[in-house]
């Protein structure tokens, strides 16, 4: 499964939308997204599972590259 990542760079600051940034990581779980995220200090804001067409729009954005959490 791939998950679409929202988060803020610093995890000290408060969160600002405007910095708000993504990334993309294939997983068996939310679980194991944060489980492969929690070193990188990193606040996350929310963690959105992707299927069908709202992947398949996520994927024609020149920013999708898809990290591997397992």
Do not use: C, W
Request: no cysteine; hydrophobic share 35%; glycine share 2%.
């Amino acid at each position: 499964m791939i998950y679409k990542v929202l988060y803020q760079e610093n995890a000290s600051e408060i969160p600002v939308r405007e910095h708000t940034k993504s990334m993309y990581v294939e997983a068996e779980s939310e679980r194991k997204v944060r489980e492969q995220l929690k070193d990188r200090h990193i606040n996350i804001e929310f963690i959105q599972r992707l299927e069908g067409a709202h992947l398949a729009y996520e994927q024609q954005s020149p920013h999708f590259k898809v990290e591997n959490a397992q």
